[in-house]
């Protein structure tokens, strides 16, 4: 019985005689002789020059869109629609909230851990209420840091069902302008005392 042949296949670079290099893969298809030993063999040479580069063009869109992400101002990230764990979150959470991409994917469970404990019931409830729709939904309420700080977050996110259930957002940090909003909320509360004791006293006066 002849001994079936068996293709052996590999991908490198090559040189063509201007000297540039060209990436082909190499199959070769031995050929054996009645008493099964192989004595040569076909090597077929193919151009896959299109195809690295191919890869290396989405390697580079990958790498690009990383870098954008991670330079956005904002946590982005995506969890099951479901069960709402985390999968994936950019690198802005480490520098918001002190936790590091893999910490925060580690969390058992990343919500419940690092929300504030007065927003926590009704912050989950609306973005298990988001699967019901693909509008895009907004929240504010308060995240705990790793350092124990209460951070004031705007949550931006919305529902996908193209690629499996999932949940995409984008959280940024609105801590100073929640201060400005309290100030402001003082100031115009101090104010109005101050025209209340105006007009009191303008009825005693007259």
Not at 1 to 7: P, V
């Amino acid at each position: 019985t002849n001994k079936k042949a068996t293709e052996h296949a590999t991908e490198t670079e090559l040189l063509t005689r201007s000297g540039q290099a060209i990436w082909v893969k190499l199959t070769a298809l031995p050929l054996y002789e009645p008493n099964k030993t192989p004595h040569t063999a076909i090597v077929y040479i193919e151009d896959i020059a299109s195809k690295k580069n191919g890869q290396k063009s989405i390697e580079a869109n990958g790498n690009c869109t990383k870098s954008i992400i991670n330079a956005l101002e904002g946590i982005v990230w995506e969890c099951d629609a479901k069960s709402l764990k985390i999968y994936f979150i950019s690198e802005k959470i480490e520098s918001l909230l002190g936790y590091t991409v893999t910490e925060s994917l580690q969390l058992n469970d990343f919500w419940k851990n690092l929300l504030h404990q007065n927003d926590m019931e009704w912050v989950m409830r609306e973005m298990q209420q988001a699967v019901k729709d693909t509008a895009q939904h907004t929240l504010e309420f308060r995240m705990i840091a790793k350092n124990g700080k209460t951070v004031w977050i705007k949550n931006v996110f919305y529902f996908e069902n193209e690629n499996g259930s999932c949940i995409k957002g984008i959280m940024t940090n609105i801590s100073k302008t929640k201060e400005v909003e309290k100030e402001l909320k003082k100031t115009i509360r101090l104010v109005t005392e101050q025209n209340n004791k105006l007009i009191n006293f303008s009825h005693i006066v007259s």
